[in-house]
Structure formats: C-alpha cells, structure tokens
C-alpha cells in the first residue's frame, strides 16, 4: 500500500523554464509534508517542507504547494538550473508513538535539466 | 545539520553470509533511523534506534534479520544477516536534529549492497 505517490518517474525541462514535480498522497493522518533531494552515490538531502496548516512555502527558487482537499502537493522550481538535475522524493509526516517525526516516502521522480 | 558517515560504502556478498553497516554522527542525537532503498523504490523505514533501548522495527522487518547496535549517541550498526539477493539494496542510516515540527531528518551517503 503506497501512501505517497509520485506518478512521474522522470521528468525533463530546459534550463531557465519551471520545472514542477507532484506528490499524492493517501493518509489523511499525514500533517507535515517534506521534499529531499538526491544525487547519485549521496543520501537524500533536505530541501523544503510545510505544514498542514499551510498551503504554500517559500524558499528562493523552490516553492510547495499543499492542497489537502485533494491530497496533493507540488515543488516549483524556478528558473531551473542544470545543478537541480537529481531525484526528488516527496515525504509525508505523522508523529510516531515515541513523538518523532515517522517519515512515509514516495518514490521519487529524476528531474533532468536540459542546457 | 549533522554529518553522517557510513562504512562501507558499497559490498558485494555472498548469500548466506552477514553484513554489518556502521552508521557514525559527528553530534551527540537521540534517534537514530534504518532506511532501505530497493532498486526503483522508495525509502522504507527498517527501524528506529534509541541509544539505551532496544530498536522498534517497522512492519515487516524483524530482529533476527536486521539486528540493530546503538552503544552510544553518536554511532550504530545494522547487521543484514543470513542475505538473499532480495536484500540487495541501499541501505541509509539517518538522524534528527532540532526540535518541534520543522526539523528534519539528515541522511548518510548510503551503502550499497549486492548479494549474490
């Protein structure tokens, strides 16, 4: 049972366009979402998060997106730049039973940025 | 942040034998995680280490399989024991750093196994 769904396994854009990736999801207990990162050969690296309460964060050129009517977010990256070229997990958060954060992740989507 | 470090980076093994991935912090943390990635998939949750305690496994990961060490706040183990190729995967340890909603979690560069 995938409770985190990335439909698109890769994705491609030119450089300088916007590059979006989706995220759907199933729980409705999840109330923290979060975007990593990842390069080859590296572990995922933390990139932007939001709460539930929220439907929109910030951070320089990435931008996320909450919709939980439909349970469903989206990272924006804008302009896209050939260092964003990466696999990009979308992660949804529940409190465990011993209060941390008990991270659910979907797949993943490779992003390739065209020169 | 924290800077995480994992030996060894990569191994190939032979079925039927035990593996032990160690798992080092450069700060002092309360909670330690196992992750694995099987090719194409997603990062699963193996299990949770609390330096003092005994590991809390995920569904489907039991102790006799992936038997967890976590001596001190800066350091575990996590043994892939009796492998099978299905085994074959990446396998990440992580902490947490920071407190309340916001923190996040930090990962180590991974391990890659492959059983043959």
């Known amino acids: 049972d995938q409770q985190v769904k990335q439909n698109s396994p890769s994705l491609s854009v030119q450089e300088g366009r916007i590059s979006i990736l989706n995220c759907d999801y199933t729980?409705?207990?999840?109330?923290?979402f979060l975007w990593y990162k990842k390069y080859p050969a590296e572990g995922p690296t933390f990139l932007i998060s939001?709460?539930?309460?929220?439907d929109k964060n910030e951070d320089g050129r990435f931008t996320v997106f909450l919709n939980k009517s439909a349970k469903h977010l989206s990272l924006h990256i804008v302009p896209s730049q050939p260092g964003d070229s990466a696999v990009y997990f979308c992660?949804?958060?529940?409190?465990?039973?011993?209060?941390?954060?008990?991270?659910?992740f979907g797949t993943g989507t490779r992003l390739t940025i065209i020169p | 942040s924290a800077v995480i470090s994992q030996k060894p980076s990569r191994d190939i093994c032979q079925r039927g034998t035990s593996l032990t991935i160690q798992c080092q912090v450069d700060?002092?943390?309360?909670?330690m995680f196992w992750y694995r990635q099987q090719p194409g998939q997603s990062l699963t949750l193996i299990a949770t280490?609390?330096?003092?305690?005994?590991?809390?496994?995920e569904s489907g990961f039991v102790i006799d399989k992936f038997p967890i060490s976590r001596p001190n706040l800066t350091f575990s183990t996590l043994t892939v024991s009796n492998m099978s190729p299905e085994d074959s995967s990446i396998y990440l340890c992580?902490?947490?750093?920071?407190?309340?909603?916001?923190?996040?979690?930090?990962f180590g560069p991974g391990t890659r196994l492959t059983v043959t």
């Open positions: 992580s902490v947490e750093k920071g407190a309340g909603r916001g923190y996040e979690q930090y």
């Open positions: 729980n409705s207990m999840f109330d923290y």
């Open positions: 939001i709460s539930s309460i929220k």
């Open positions: 992660a949804a958060s529940a409190r465990s039973n011993f209060g941390n954060e008990k991270l659910t």
């Open positions: 700060s002092q943390v309360t909670m």
């Open positions: 280490a609390n330096q003092g305690s005994e590991a809390t496994y």
